[in-house]
């Protein structure tokens, strides 16, 4: 096996709960959010946002914040919520 590393379940569920009020921001017009105010929407701590995020590379700018539709985009993509699924 390579070096991977395993992502825990509380982190996927947390990306959903992150992308919620992205969703709302981008809506509203915001186009940069900082961890600090991520995580006072989602009721945890920012440390623990960017902990998070850090899983799947380099997000944000430090002191900036993260382009709400880059974070958005990105975290669909990674809970696979980007793609149109088929029903039978």
């Excluded at 395993?6 to 009020?21: C, D, F, G, H, V």
């Excluded at 929407?41 to 946002?49: D, F, K, R, T």
């Amino acid at each position: 096996m390579g070096n991977e590393t395993k992502i825990p379940a509380p982190t996927i569920e947390r990306l959903a709960q992150y992308s919620r009020p992205l969703e709302s921001l981008l809506e509203s017009g915001t186009t940069v959010i900082s961890s600090e105010k991520l995580a006072r929407l989602c009721g945890v701590n920012p440390a623990q946002v960017r902990k998070d995020l850090a899983y799947f590379g380099e997000f944000g700018v430090r002191g900036v914040g993260y382009d709400v539709a880059d974070l958005l985009a990105a975290i669909k993509k990674i809970l696979g919520s980007d793609q149109e699924w088929a029903l039978c």
